[in-house]
């Protein structure tokens, strides 16, 4: 899932110490997979002192209100360019479609991204990237945005579930270089789904 943040963040820092072996937390398949990530030392985006005692993040509860399907409409004449990081970092993303869907009786348009560095490896040559802003941020989740991962839709519609929407990895680990959400891709609404804020650590 997250694992292949890997390749596009920047990470300088050494993960070390034996992994614990309590049982993984989470209500759904989504929660006790990013859960059993953060617990395991080879992909855990978590400093060594926060992972040692890790027995899972915060979710806000599943609610199948935010599991949305949009209209997708592609944007084969945008251009690449270099999205802005937490650091002097500046990978090459292309904006590759917009997302219409009604939410909580508004109607919100989100545009989804393509990272062009990621779409040479077989693997995640159909993966999509959409970073968004809601108003619960700095308010029960990260101030930053967070971002959902996507697949290229086979048609003209894709279901984008909000239950699924986790923090950059710079939430837990300033040493990571993170894409910075876009101002345009601001929900206007509490999204109360997907991860919490990283506690006071």
Do not use: H, Q
């Given at each position: 899932m997250r694992s292949y943040l890997l390749l596009a963040l920047l990470f300088v820092s050494t993960l070390s110490c034996a992994q614990d072996k309590t049982p993984i937390a989470g209500d759904t398949e989504f929660q006790k997979e990013i859960n059993a990530e953060y617990k395991d030392v080879t992909?855990?985006?978590?400093?060594?002192?926060?992972?040692?005692?890790?027995?899972?993040?915060?979710?806000?509860?599943?609610?199948?209100?935010?599991?949305?399907?949009?209209?997708?409409?592609?944007?084969?004449?945008?251009?690449?360019?270099?999205?802005?990081?937490?650091?002097?970092?500046?990978?090459?993303?292309?904006?590759?479609?917009?997302v219409t869907f009604n939410l909580k009786g508004k109607t919100h348009q989100l545009n989804i991204y393509q990272n062009q560095g990621l779409i040479k490896k077989e693997e995640?040559?159909?993966y999509l990237f959409l970073p968004f802003l809601d108003n619960t941020n700095?308010?029960?989740?990260?101030?930053?945005?967070?971002?959902?991962?996507?697949?290229?839709?086979?048609?003209?519609?894709?279901?984008?579930?909000?239950?699924?929407?986790?923090?950059?990895?710079?939430?837990?680990?300033?040493?990571?270089?993170?894409?910075?959400?876009?101002?345009?891709?601001y929900v206007d609404l509490e999204v109360k789904a997907g991860v919490k804020a990283f506690g006071k650590h």
């Open positions: 992909t855990s985006p978590l400093k060594d002192k926060d992972r040692k005692n890790f027995k899972g993040l915060d979710f806000f509860k599943f609610d199948s209100t935010f599991v949305v399907k949009a209209t997708f409409k592609r944007t084969p004449e945008a251009e690449v360019f270099k999205m802005k990081t937490t650091t002097s970092r500046l990978p090459e993303y292309v904006k590759y479609g917009v995640y040559k159909d700095g308010e029960g989740s990260y101030g930053g945005g967070r971002y959902i991962d996507m697949r290229i839709p086979e048609g003209d519609t894709i279901d984008i579930d909000f239950n699924k929407a986790y923090n950059p990895y710079c939430a837990y680990n300033e040493n990571y270089s993170c894409p910075i959400v876009p101002r345009e891709n």
